[in-house]
């Protein structure tokens, strides 16, 4: 899996306030692994972010792969939901099929 930077986290972490960063559930030093693409958040940790950021990140950006079946209540169709359980289960394929 490709490592992509998510800037407008990183510009965030720069200027947040301690309390901003706890309120996006994580340390700052976290945050940064997943700005720079090396950690990807959990579900609550995503949604903390989101809101810690007032919304210039979004959960659907943190986590492209599966947001619509964690939140399905943000999808914009069944469909939507459908093709995210479909790429997970061909990622969960690979990486069974992946040698370690």
Do not use: C, F
């Amino acid at each position: 899996m490709t490592k992509k930077r998510n800037t407008q986290l990183l510009n965030w972490i720069k200027t947040a306030t301690d309390e901003q960063v706890n309120m996006a559930g994580a340390s700052r030093s976290y945050l940064r692994l997943i700005a720079y693409g090396h950690k990807h958040p959990s579900a609550s940790v995503a949604a903390g972010i989101e809101r810690a950021t007032q919304g210039a990140v979004t959960r659907q950006q943190l986590r492209p792969q599966d947001w619509p079946l964690i939140w399905p209540e943000l999808a914009d169709s069944p469909e939507q939901i459908a093709q995210a359980a479909k790429a997970l289960a061909t990622i969960q394929a690979q990486t069974e099929h992946s040698p370690r």
